[in-house]
């Protein structure tokens, strides 16, 4: 049987934004998987105060932002896990849920620099593909067998500036999908 191969990519998605969405469509041009699933990572309960907006509520948005689109999935499979939830424990889980598919890590290449500091960072790359993407700079780093290098056009925008630019009164109309906007206005998030 051929498993389906599903993107993990992981992140506070706070708010979602279209350099996310651009990743995960790359991702499937490329054709390096069938499907990209959005996990949202949950509050962290070692953070008195943290920043992050609630974690339904990033969820949510990460729905609004892909609504219509069968590849991509919004994934709260982390919200039920302990916490924190380190990532070889979460491909763990998903592989013992969902022995139908083969799973991939996308990080970026910022992350993929200090990757070595991964809580058992070897068993993710003795198990699972992993594909990062370029950060600030398009430097293509050294990658061993089973990395591969997505060559991704980078959009200016960072969910922090968002915030910034809904905090400040600005317009936030084309770095995040329509339905997002509204939703953060409707909301009131960010003010």
């Known amino acids: 049987m051929n498993k389906k191969r599903t993107v993990i990519f992981g992140g506070s ?19 390096l998987a069938d499907e990209v699933w959005f996990m949202v990572s ?16 990033r969820l949510q948005m990460v729905e609004l932002a ?28 998903l592989e013992e849920n969902y022995p139908d598919r083969e799973f991939l890590l996308l990080v970026g290449a910022d992350n993929w620099e200090k990757f070595d500091r991964w809580y058992r960072h070897d068993e993710i790359l003795a198990n699972y593909g992993i594909i990062v993407y370029p950060r600030d700079n398009n430097a293509v780093p050294l990658l061993p067998d089973g990395v591969t290098w997505l060559p991704a056009e980078l959009h200016d925008v960072s969910s922090t500036q968002i915030r910034g630019l809904v905090a400040g009164g600005g317009s936030i109309t084309g770095l995040v999908p329509a339905a997002v906007e509204e939703f953060i206005k409707r909301k009131n998030l960010y003010r």
Do not use: M, W
């Open 13 to 31: 998605f706070d708010p979602v934004h279209v350099g996310h969405l651009s990743l995960a469509e790359e991702v499937c041009r490329r054709e």
């Open 42 to 57: 949950p509050q962290n309960p070692h953070k008195q105060q943290s920043s992050l907006s609630d974690e339904n509520v």
């Open 66 to 93: 892909i609504a219509g689109n069968e590849r991509f999935k919004a994934c709260d499979f982390e919200f039920n896990l302990p916490r924190p939830s380190y990532t070889i424990n979460t491909l763990q889980a």
